[in-house]
């Protein structure tokens, strides 16, 4: 077989002759010589089976892509006549053999602005080689090879870098002056490796930086009143047992700190005191002792922060209220049981110091085992809009509830406290799936500004009438699935904003009129005890509904009427929907192509109306 390919054109365009590399690709396995004088920029040689690349004449390239093919030698020569190369991609070849030729090869292009040499088995030393005579290397890429330890000479002959990316090898040592010198590094990837400590970070220049899926257990910078440009960091996944100890001044904005193991330490006020004394011990000050960990975050500009996945047992109030521009903090699946008000105050006067989160938006605290939250708490989030609380424990108070447990009455018993939703005033999305509520009272959520809420799997939860009294002109979207709910536990208010209506898998057999109210476009009723709907609410409906999903009842194919009053309203699983005949149950669709052969006698309508079957969407 042929083993060696020369391929010389000079009337082809670049993509013609990848095209006829392809061609004869099971074979190509040594690319001895391209040479061409078309003007096309790029030329894509990925996929193939080249092992040896010997002479490219394309001046005019600027784009080659060698990706995904078995190359293992380049000779010194081969790259010589690529004047105008911007981007080389050799990922996932075989780049860590014959190091010495390759690296004379990848010296001679220093016009490389991208260069992707992920995926090669590459060693510190090989990396080292290939990324000499680069002064126009602006962006670089390693992920996947076998890295173990960043020294200051690696960029040395690359300062220009602006982006790297070194995910998914074996680093576990960064020594002082690998990357300081690189004074237009903006983003830095060290995701999956194995560094465990920052103890002096020290790159003002970097934007981002994610060390995500490492086994950081603490990340220190030594404070100065230097400006650091970091705007994101990513400290995911990793073995953190306290909060970063972040430069004094940043820029930074997102902080994801998410499975991490902050929070191991019951109380906040150790957790602060042992975080500022790790500090101290690290940068070996001793001076006084001044409390760096809030003093750093007080200045922090950061708007979103993931806690999620950590181990908090209490909620760190004092620290996060420190954050004035935080807008979504994300604190679920931690153990908290309650949140309290320990905060510390500066001075006896009895008073509790007033401390808020004035920019907070969004807070997740669901898959905790939330049982209570203080009111001083939920008066402090001043402009909280989404709320969730998936998967815990709380009980709800009725508007008087809420007045009387304000403190005293509440603290006895943790275990009959509920949770005072009419303080929020700003609220507008509340999810309570799953809590396990036993009530839920008149005027719970009077006072907010609820958009949507979420009630569902609370199956043993009683709704009084007057529940969403207060909200019932602000809820556009209700969720009320798998609450073991029949017809008699629904009593819905007239509801004139409502657009979606979610009451899947419950025992409910009709829809309440008063639904003639809301300009509904999808509503859920799947796994019922619906036998027919009402046709002339149905029709009253359709003239918004949009989507109507039914499967899962026992409809009656022979009351099907109300299916004929929906004709420009989506039936998504009407293929999964059966309906019964005196004799047996068969598929709607089987019924609706011809309903007279299965309800002749009962349904005299359907002569009047023999082609409604075909124009219901479905
Ligand atoms: C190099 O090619 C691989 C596909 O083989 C691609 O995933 C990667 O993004 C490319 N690198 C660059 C820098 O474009
Ligand atoms: C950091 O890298 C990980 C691993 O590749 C990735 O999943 C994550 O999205 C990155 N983080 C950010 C903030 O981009
Ligand atoms: C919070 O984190 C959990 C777990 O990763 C995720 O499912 C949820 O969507 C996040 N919440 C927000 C508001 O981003
Ligand atoms: C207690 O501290 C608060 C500030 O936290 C201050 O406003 C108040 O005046 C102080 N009270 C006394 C008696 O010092
Ligand atoms: C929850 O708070 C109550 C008082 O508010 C306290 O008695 C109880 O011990 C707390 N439980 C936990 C687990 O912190
Ligand atoms: C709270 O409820 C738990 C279990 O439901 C029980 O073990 C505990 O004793 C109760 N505590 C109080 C103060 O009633
Ligand atoms: C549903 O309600 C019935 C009584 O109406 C009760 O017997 C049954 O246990 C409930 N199911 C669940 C899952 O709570
Ligand atoms: C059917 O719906 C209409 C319109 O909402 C209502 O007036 C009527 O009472 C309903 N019929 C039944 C049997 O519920
Ligand atoms: C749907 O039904 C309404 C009356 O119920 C009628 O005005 C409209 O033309 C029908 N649309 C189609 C596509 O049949």
Same mark, same amino acid.
């Given at each position: 077989?042929? %083993?060696?390919?020369?391929?010389?054109?000079?009337?082809?365009?670049?993509?013609?002759?990848?095209?006829?590399?392809?061609?004869?690709?099971?074979?190509?396995?040594?690319?001895?010589?391209?040479?061409?004088?078309?003007?096309?920029?790029?030329?894509?040689?990925?996929?193939?089976?080249?092992?040896?690349?010997?002479?490219?004449?394309?001046?005019?390239?600027?784009?080659?892509?060698?990706?995904?093919?078995?190359?293992?030698?380049?000779?010194?020569?081969?790259?010589?006549?690529?004047?105008?190369?911007?981007?080389?991609?050799?990922?996932?070849?075989?780049?860590?053999?014959?190091?010495?030729?390759?690296?004379?090869?990848?010296?001679?292009?220093?016009?490389?602005?991208?260069?992707?040499?992920?995926?090669?088995?590459?060693?510190?030393?090989?990396?080292?080689?290939?990324?000499?005579?680069?002064?126009?290397?602006?962006?670089?890429?390693?992920?996947?090879?076998?890295?173990?330890?960043?020294?200051?000479?690696?960029?040395?002959?690359?300062?220009?870098?602006?982006?790297?990316?070194?995910?998914?090898?074996?680093?576990?040592?960064?020594?002082?002056?690998?990357?300081?010198?690189?004074?237009?590094?903006?983003?830095?990837?060290?995701?999956?490796?194995?560094?465990?400590?920052?103890?002096?970070?020290?790159?003002? &220049?970097?934007?981002?930086?994610?060390?995500?899926?490492?086994?950081?257990?603490?990340?220190?910078?030594?404070?100065?009143?230097?400006?650091?440009?970091?705007?994101?960091?990513?400290?995911?996944?990793?073995?953190?047992?306290?909060?970063?100890?972040?430069?004094?001044?940043?820029?930074?904005?997102?902080?994801?700190?998410?499975?991490?193991?902050?929070?191991?330490?019951?109380?906040?006020?150790?957790?602060?005191?042992?975080?500022?004394?790790?500090?101290?011990?690290?940068?070996?000050?001793?001076?006084?002792?001044?409390?760096?960990?809030?003093?750093?975050?007080?200045?922090?500009?950061?708007?979103?922060?993931?806690?999620?996945?950590?181990?908090?047992?209490?909620?760190?109030?004092?620290?996060?209220?420190?954050?004035?521009?935080?807008?979504?903090?994300?604190?679920?699946?931690?153990?908290?049981?309650?949140?309290?008000?320990?905060?510390?105050?500066?001075?006896?006067?009895?008073?509790?110091?007033?401390?808020?989160?004035?920019?907070?938006?969004?807070?997740?605290?669901?898959?905790?085992?939330?049982?209570?939250?203080?009111?001083?708490?939920?008066?402090?989030?001043? &402009?909280?809009?989404?709320?969730?609380?998936?998967?815990?424990?709380?009980?709800?108070?009725?508007?008087?509830?809420?007045?009387?447990?304000?403190?005293?009455?509440?603290?006895?018993?943790?275990?009959?406290?509920?949770?005072?939703?009419?303080?929020?005033?700003?609220?507008?999305?509340?999810?309570?799936?799953?809590?396990?509520?036993?009530?839920?009272?008149?005027? %719970?959520?009077?006072?907010?500004?609820?958009?949507?809420?979420?009630?569902?799997?609370?199956?043993?939860?009683?709704?009084?009438?007057?529940?969403?009294?207060?909200?019932?002109?602000?809820?556009?979207?209700?969720?009320?699935?798998?609450?073991?709910?029949?017809?008699?536990?629904?009593?819905?208010?007239?509801?004139?904003?409502?657009?979606?209506?979610?009451?899947?898998?419950?025992?409910?057999?009709?829809?309440?009129?008063?639904?003639?109210?809301?300009?509904?476009?999808?509503?859920?009723?799947?796994?019922?005890?619906?036998? %027919?709907?009402?046709?002339?609410?149905?029709?009253?409906?359709?003239?918004?509904?949009?989507?109507?999903?039914?499967?899962?009842?026992?409809?009656?194919?022979?009351?099907?009427?109300?299916?004929?009053?929906?004709?420009?309203?989506?039936?998504?699983?009407?293929?999964?929907?059966?309906?019964?005949?005196?004799?047996?149950?068969?598929?709607?669709?089987?019924?609706?192509?011809?309903?007279?052969?299965?309800?002749?006698?009962?349904?005299?309508?359907?002569?009047?109306?023999?082609?409604?079957?075909?124009?219901?969407?479905?």
């Amino acid at each position: 077989a042929l %083993t060696t390919v020369v391929i010389l054109y000079s009337s082809l365009t670049a993509a013609e002759a990848a095209a006829a590399a392809r061609m004869v690709k099971h074979m190509l396995s040594s690319l001895l010589l391209l040479w061409s004088l078309s003007h096309d920029p790029r030329l894509d040689l990925s996929n193939n089976f080249i092992r040896q690349l010997h002479t490219l004449v394309l001046p005019y390239l600027e784009q080659l892509d060698l990706s995904a093919n078995q190359l293992d030698l380049i000779s010194e020569g081969a790259f010589e006549n690529l004047a105008r190369l911007e981007e080389l991609n050799l990922s996932s070849n075989a780049m860590n053999n014959n190091v010495g030729s390759n690296s004379k090869a990848l010296r001679s292009i220093s016009t490389l602005k991208t260069l992707d040499i992920s995926m090669n088995r590459l060693s510190d030393d090989a990396v080292e080689l290939y990324l000499r005579n680069k002064p126009s290397l602006d962006q670089l890429k390693m992920s996947g090879n076998a890295l173990t330890r960043l020294s200051h000479s690696l960029f040395q002959e690359s300062k220009g870098l602006r982006s790297i990316t070194i995910e998914d090898n074996l680093v576990s040592v960064i020594e002082e002056g690998t990357f300081e010198p690189l004074s237009q590094l903006e983003m830095l990837n060290l995701a999956k490796n194995n560094l465990v400590h920052i103890c002096d970070f020290k790159l003002h &220049q970097v934007k981002y930086l994610n060390l995500s899926r490492n086994s950081v257990e603490f990340f220190v910078t030594r404070e100065d009143d230097q400006m650091y440009n970091l705007e994101i960091l990513d400290l995911s996944f990793n073995k953190l047992l306290y909060f970063p100890i972040v430069p004094k001044m940043n820029n930074l904005r997102y902080l994801h700190l998410q499975n991490n193991m902050v929070g191991t330490l019951n109380s906040e006020a150790s957790m602060v005191s042992e975080t500022n004394y790790l500090y101290n011990r690290i940068i070996k000050e001793k001076t006084a002792r001044k409390n760096n960990l809030h003093s750093n975050w007080r200045l922090m500009p950061v708007i979103y922060i993931d806690l999620s996945y950590n181990h908090f047992q209490s909620f760190p109030v004092e620290t996060l209220s420190l954050l004035s521009s935080l807008e979504t903090l994300n604190f679920s699946y931690n153990c908290l049981q309650n949140i309290s008000w320990n905060i510390r105050n500066y001075n006896h006067t009895g008073d509790h110091r007033r401390l808020y989160f004035p920019s907070l938006k969004h807070l997740d605290l669901q898959s905790n085992r939330l049982v209570h939250v203080s009111p001083r708490f939920l008066s402090a989030l001043t &402009q909280i809009e989404t709320l969730n609380l998936n998967d815990n424990s709380v009980q709800p108070c009725g508007s008087a509830d809420g007045l009387r447990s304000s403190q005293s009455t509440q603290r006895k018993n943790p275990n009959t406290s509920c949770v005072a939703f009419g303080k929020l005033k700003t609220l507008k999305h509340l999810s309570l799936k799953e809590n396990n509520i036993k009530m839920l009272h008149p005027n %719970t959520f009077e006072t907010t500004s609820l958009v949507s809420l979420n009630l569902a799997r609370n199956a043993h939860m009683v709704i009084h009438v007057g529940a969403l009294e207060g909200v019932q002109t602000t809820l556009q979207s209700l969720i009320i699935s798998e609450m073991n709910m029949t017809s008699s536990d629904l009593a819905l208010p007239c509801m004139p904003a409502l657009t979606q209506l979610k009451m899947s898998y419950n025992h409910i057999d009709f829809i309440p009129s008063s639904l003639s109210c809301s300009p509904l476009r999808e509503i859920d009723i799947r796994n019922n005890a619906f036998t %027919t709907l009402n046709h002339s609410l149905i029709k009253v409906l359709s003239a918004h509904l949009d989507l109507l999903y039914i499967s899962g009842n026992r409809f009656n194919c022979c009351n099907s009427k109300w299916l004929t009053v929906l004709n420009e309203t989506e039936l998504p699983d009407i293929g999964d929907t059966e309906c019964v005949t005196r004799v047996r149950n068969i598929a709607m669709t089987e019924y609706l192509k011809n309903p007279l052969l299965y309800c002749s006698f009962e349904s005299l309508f359907l002569v009047e109306q023999p082609e409604f079957h075909q124009v219901i969407k479905y």
